[in-house]
């Protein structure tokens, strides 16, 4: 019995590609989240909103209670975790959430600050930031298999489409390009 290595190389191609459809998606994903990551945070959602203190400066000796009352009067519905002075005439308010309340008396402003982790990217990004050793090992078995993908993916098709014609010219080029951005950008 003969080995067909055209079926056996469909076959491999085929079942990573299925397999590994998820992994191509999250790091793709991630991927153009990081590419832009100075342009935005894929990670979080930060808001920072700056209002006039209405509050005289009693807050600076104030108690938790005194907080509490003061986050009632501004309708901030968030919980009060704890406060700190970064500064002379500054008070730090924590909530929950990974919120904070920044009160200026020297400015009289109040700068509210909210951090929220940005849906679908943040996750997709802490899979790509290999969160752990497991991952670690199934990412580079994933890298191998795209490996594998893309060499098994150059011989799925015969004649002008193939390789040896119309595909040999796209994978010099699809080589070429990196190379050449590569030689230029240093």
Do not use: C
């Amino acid at each position: 019995m003969q080995l067909n290595w055209r079926k056996v190389n469909r076959v491999i191609h085929r079942d990573l590609g299925y397999f590994f459809f998820g992994m191509v998606i999250i790091y793709g994903i991630s991927g153009i989240a990081m590419n832009h990551r100075n342009d935005w945070n894929p990670n979080y959602i930060i808001t920072h909103e700056e209002s006039p203190l209405m509050e005289d400066s009693t807050l600076l000796t104030g108690s938790d209670e005194d907080f509490r009352n003061f986050l009632k009067e501004q309708n901030i519905r968030q919980q009060y975790k704890s406060h700190f002075s970064p500064a002379p005439h500054q008070i730090r308010i924590f909530l929950e959430g990974e919120s904070t309340l920044t009160l200026n008396f020297q400015t009289e402003t109040q700068i509210y600050e909210s951090i929220r982790k940005r849906p679908l990217f943040y996750q997709v990004n802490l899979l790509h930031y290999n969160p752990g050793i497991w991952w670690k090992w199934f990412s580079d078995i994933f890298a191998i298999s795209l490996i594998l993908i893309a060499i098994t993916g150059l011989f799925i098709l015969k004649g002008k489409n193939g390789i040896t014609r119309r595909g040999a010219w796209l994978t010099i080029a699809g080589i070429l390009l990196p190379v050449l951005f590569l030689l230029f950008y240093n």
